[in-house]
């Protein structure tokens, strides 16, 4: 072994690994005392006050649905919603989707219909005054 022939080998024990006599110690350090072990089952086997996974979701619903997603799928889809009326307003100016400026005039024929009567009221009350 050379030099230091008279140091022990760390890794005696016989060739190859898994090593071999130390199962001993390894059993005796994961036990615990019967007292223990014997709580441990009792604990494990008794019911738990514990509120179903169910029971919690019914329970905290709000919360649950901003941080499972419900409240950014929310969002989403508003977000979806604006930016299809934007798409269907830059596609009614084309040629190909008469449909979509059909729509588009509807809504502006509600509007204008809408600001003629609040004038005709602003009307109204100005001739009561008088």
Same mark, same amino acid.
């Not at 022990?8 to 898994?18: L, M, W």
């Not at 798409?87 to 809408?114: M, T």
């Given at each position: 072994?050379?030099?230091?022939?008279?140091?022990?080998?760390?890794?005696?024990?016989?060739?190859?690994?898994?090593?071999?006599? +130390?199962?001993?110690? /390894?059993?005796?350090?994961?036990?615990?005392?019967?007292?223990?072990?014997? !709580? %441990?089952? /009792?604990? *494990?086997?008794?019911?738990?006050?514990?509120?179903?996974?169910? =029971?919690?979701?019914?329970?905290?619903?709000? %919360?649950?649905? +901003? @941080? *499972?997603?419900?409240?950014?799928?929310?969002? %989403?889809?508003?977000? @979806?919603?604006?930016? +299809?009326?934007? @798409?269907?307003?830059? *596609?009614? @100016?084309?040629?190909?989707?008469?449909?979509?400026?059909? +729509?588009?005039?509807? =809504?502006? /024929?509600?509007?204008?219909?809408? !600001?003629?009567?609040?004038?005709?009221?602003?009307?109204?009350?100005?001739?009561?005054?008088?």
């Amino acid at each position: 072994m050379g030099r230091s022939s008279n140091k022990t080998n760390k890794y005696a024990g016989g060739g190859g690994g898994g090593g071999g006599g +130390d199962t001993e110690r /390894e059993e005796l350090a994961m036990k615990h005392s019967a007292e223990f072990e014997q !709580k %441990q089952i /009792e604990m *494990l086997l008794a019911p738990s006050n514990r509120m179903s996974w169910e =029971e919690y979701k019914e329970k905290h619903k709000e %919360q649950l649905e +901003d @941080r *499972l997603g419900a409240g950014v799928e929310r969002d %989403q889809a508003a977000y @979806r919603k604006m930016l +299809d009326a934007e @798409r269907n307003a830059k *596609l009614a @100016r084309g040629k190909n989707n008469k449909h979509l400026a059909e +729509d588009q005039e509807k =809504e502006k /024929e509600k509007k204008r219909l809408k !600001k003629e009567k609040k004038k005709a009221k602003k009307k109204e009350k100005k001739e009561k005054k008088k």
